[in-house]
């Protein structure tokens, strides 16, 4: 190729790059454009809300009777303003939001909304793809860790622990700032994990951590299967539910049980309740190697503090669901009865009006006879008089 073909090739490469300019000057207007909308959503949103509480706040002063009319006005002033509400946080979740207190630590003062629904859905669904494929790996190494003790694997797995708690929970914030809807005690549960792990990391090879180590390591084993069973139910039934429209698309599994669980997952409880109940025996367990000679390190109670948090949360959090979704079955199931109730008496009023339909239509047709007679000599005897008028003389009619 000669010096001119290149210097062709140049001359078309800056075509290119002045299209390319031109392209990202377009693109750095329209991003200061959509700052100055953002800026203007926020403000509209602002002005939006304290209008409402203005509302509001009037709407107080007819608490007591008022009349019929203005009832039903305050009552749909009242749903206005809880559907002005709903509308408001979803245009929310379309704008910038700002970073919780834990991420601002960990990241910085750094934007982590995501404006793209479909961005959001993915980054939601690489959340659970990692939290399987962990689960799996510690399931793998949890298993390795009974049949050969070797102090690197154990602090392998260990790590492990600290570094999938640390990064879940900045996930999880992650997801929250986007619109997940998690629960306050599950992410709580997951910082008190990370700091169960890295307790577990720097626990000193001894006596006591080699008692407590098989119990630990069987426990990890139980854990990791119950929750590769919970997140793959949870995940085709959020998917269901989430066609039905019943959940949120940025809703997300979680290791404990949610009252949308309970259509469909109610066989897991069995088995959440036997991982709470090794949460206690670990807790109970170190409790006595606390007070064991030689002197425990203060590992030891650290850890048995933790595991009895987290037995406490687990079950308080789980109990709290069960019952409530107990009375909502009774109520629905006496729902049903007095709807059944309530059909049967109105079939037998129904046919006890159908059998008096019945009843009245025999009694019409025995008296139809005599009623055609009355009505025939009734007819014939007008018909006479009409004929005799008739054929009368003027002197007759006016003898009449």
Not at 3 to 17: G, H, P, R, T, V
Not at 34 to 48: D, P, R, T, W, Y
Not at 123 to 145: C, P, Q, R, S, T
Not at 229 to 245: C, E, T
Request: net charge positive; glycine share 4%.
């Amino acid at each position: 190729m000669n010096i001119d073909a290149l210097k062709n090739e140049w001359e078309e490469l800056n075509k290119e790059y002045a299209e390319l300019e031109s392209c990202n000057g377009r693109y750095i207007e329209l991003l200061e454009q959509l700052h100055s909308h953002q800026q203007m959503c926020f403000n509209e949103i602002k002005h939006q809300r304290y209008r409402m509480n203005q509302i509001t706040a009037s709407l107080r002063q007819f608490k007591g009777p008022v009349p019929s009319e203005d009832r039903e006005k305050v009552d749909e002033l009242h749903k206005m303003t809880l559907k002005r509400k709903a509308q408001l946080h979803e245009i929310e979740q379309s704008l910038p939001a700002k970073s919780g207190r834990y991420l601002q630590i960990i990241l910085g003062d750094v934007n982590v909304s995501i404006l793209n629904r479909n961005d959001k859905v993915r980054y939601k669904d690489d959340y659970e793809k990692f939290k399987l494929i962990l689960n799996v790996i510690g399931l793998i190494m949890a298993f390795f860790n009974l049949i050969f003790n070797y102090r690197a694997l154990e602090l392998a797995f260990i790590f492990l622990l600290v570094w999938y708690y640390c990064t879940l929970t900045i996930r999880e914030s992650i997801l929250k700032v986007n619109g997940s809807r998690i629960k306050g005690w599950w992410r709580a549960h997951h910082f008190i994990s990370t700091v169960a792990a890295g307790v577990l990391l720097v626990w000193p090879q001894g006596e006591h951590w080699q008692i407590f180590r098989m119990q630990f390591m069987y426990f990890n084993v139980y854990i990791s299967i119950v929750q590769y069973l919970q997140f793959g139910y949870q995940k085709g039934l959020l998917y269901r539910l989430k066609a039905l429209g019943e959940r949120h698309n940025m809703d997300i599994t979680i290791e404990g049980f949610h009252s949308w669980m309970w259509r469909g997952l109610s066989f897991l409880l069995p088995f959440l309740f036997i991982g709470y109940g090794y949460q206690a025996y670990n807790a109970w367990t170190l409790y006595k190697l606390a007070y064991s000679p030689p002197d425990a390190p203060w590992h030891v109670s650290v850890m048995c503090g933790l595991f009895l948090l987290l037995f406490v949360g687990n079950m308080a959090t789980t109990l709290w669901v069960v019952p409530e979704k107990i009375r909502e079955r009774s109520k629905e199931r006496y729902r049903l009865q007095s709807m059944g109730k309530s059909m049967k008496l109105r079939k037998e009023m129904k046919n006890s009006a159908s059998d008096l339909d019945l009843s009245s239509g025999s009694q019409a047709a025995k008296l139809s006879p005599t009623t055609t007679t009355s009505t025939s000599a009734a007819t014939a005897t007008a018909a006479a008089t009409v004929t005799a008028a008739a054929t009368q003389t003027p002197a007759d009619k006016k003898e009449i």
